[in-house]
């Protein structure tokens, strides 16, 4: 049994050795898809993005100016109101009490005034032909402006009478929004120091922003040049909210620096008639400065990092839609959005959005794909019909082989460049040997 096995398994071994050795065939590899954007030019500008907060035009404490017991209040917490309304009142009855009594004095000292007239008046002949001796006659006249001094004086009282007693009106002093009640009706509120409410205008408001001091001078050229104003955009500092923005105008650059913060305070105005900012309110405010010059835009996931700095891969159109690529380096810009301004690309450049590293090892001939994997065509268009699908993987992939085979064909081609250490070889036997010439001589 054993010599039936071995003797077909001897004709095997001798049949397979001696079988001509087969060549390999050469691998093929289809292009790498790749996603693709399109870099943008577009008028950038140069920008500050920085925090602000946001300010009432009018802020007031309302505060009564005379003590007193409050007996009537007239607005509603968050109420809108005009300037001159009645906000609340305090007892007027000792204020009027002490009108009348002002009043009072000013007619008793007019009366004292007008009898020292007419005594002067009596007295002036009898003075002139020497019946009333000149001192007297002094003493009257200087009584009469005595009287006068306490008719102003009487005067002065009534007035402040009548504003202590017209100050029992509180009056909202500007338009705008109340808070809250911080004194109700029976409370007896003291002249100066009790705070009844408070008034923001929120219609008007203004916006308060730091730049950094070294910016500080730039933005001081690009308002020069404006007539001496800039726009700033004023946003939401929450990034859901970003779209909520409106145009600010300023024109107030506060005299000194932030010594802590090495910061400068600028101060806009902005309208805000539909209460889309209020005051207290942090906001993201951008400021933008000079245009800039051949600046184009791209994804800012586009770009990557190597030892040389920031780069993209570039495609370049070869033939039946596959594309080469190439990685090119490029300087970055700010970012606006989720773009990034950046430098050393062109306006239509195809840039790589998406791609395989590990599949580019085959070759930097890649396809355009879209993102959810479909193939694009040479023609710019989605491919649904899976017969044209074939076709195109089978067409790009003989592209892509034919291009590699080409650039393998001049690899081998071109001239060797000898190792470094071959050099070093070469370059001590040319030193041994002009030693040794030098030694014979």
């Known amino acids: 049994m054993k010599k039936y096995i071995i003797l077909p398994l001897l004709a095997t071994v001798l049949f397979c050795g001696c079988k001509k050795k087969e060549q390999p065939k050469q691998t093929s590899f289809p292009p790498t898809p790749a996603e693709f954007v399109s870099a943008k030019k577009a008028d950038l500008h140069a920008y500050i993005s920085t925090m602000g907060t946001i300010a009432s035009e009018h802020s007031v404490n309302i505060v009564p100016q005379v003590s007193g017991q409050i007996v009537a209040i007239n607005f509603k917490q968050g109420q809108n109101v005009k300037k001159g309304e009645i906000l609340a009142v305090i007892d007027k009855r000792p204020f009027v009490a002490l009108v009348k009594q002002a009043e009072g004095n000013l007619r008793q000292a007019q009366a004292q005034l007008k009898i020292d007239q007419l005594s002067v008046e009596r007295n002036k002949k009898l003075a002139k032909d020497g019946y009333v001796d000149k001192q007297t006659f002094d003493s009257l006249v200087a009584k009469v402006e005595v009287d006068k001094g306490v008719v102003e004086t009487a005067q002065a009282n009534l007035e402040t009478a009548k504003i202590n007693l017209d100050w029992c009106d ?79 105008e300023v024109e107030i650059v506060l005299n000194k620096i932030r010594y802590e913060s090495g910061t400068a305070v600028l101060r ?18 951008k400021v933008d400065l000079d245009k800039l010059e051949n600046a184009v835009l791209i994804p800012d996931m586009c770009i990557q990092l190597n030892a040389k700095g920031p780069y993209v891969y570039v495609g370049t159109p070869i033939k039946d839609g596959v594309y080469s690529v190439a990685m090119r380096q490029i300087q970055k810009g700010q970012l606006y959005g989720y773009d990034r301004a950046v430098f050393g690309l062109k306006d239509g450049d195809k840039v790589v959005l998406r791609v395989s590293q590990l599949r580019l090892q085959a070759g930097p001939f890649v396809y355009s794909a879209s993102a959810d994997g ?40 071109a001239p060797k460049k000898a190792s470094i250490k071959d050099e070093v070889k070469e370059a001590t036997e040319a030193s041994i040997q002009n030693t040794s010439k030098e030694v014979k001589k």
């Open 268 to 285: 806009g105005k902005l309208e805000n008639s539909d209460y889309l900012f209020w005051p207290n309110q942090p906001v993201r405010v």
């Open 170 to 248: 509180i009056k909202a002093p500007a338009d705008g929004k109340v808070g809250l009640y911080n004194i109700n009706v029976g409370n007896f509120v003291l002249a100066g120091s009790s705070v009844i409410t408070t008034i923001e205008n929120v219609e008007k408001l203004f916006v308060d922003f730091v730049v950094p001091s070294q910016r500080l001078h730039d933005v001081m050229n690009f308002m020069k040049a404006r007539g001496g104003k800039l726009v700033v955009e004023v946003s939401y500092i929450e990034d859901d909210f970003s779209s909520r923005a409106r145009k600010a």
């Open 374 to 413: 479909a193939i694009i065509g040479a023609d710019g268009k989605v491919i649904k019909d899976k017969n044209a699908m074939f076709m195109f993987m089978k067409t790009a992939t003989q592209v892509a082989d034919s291009l590699r085979a080409e650039a393998m064909k001049k690899l081998q081609n």
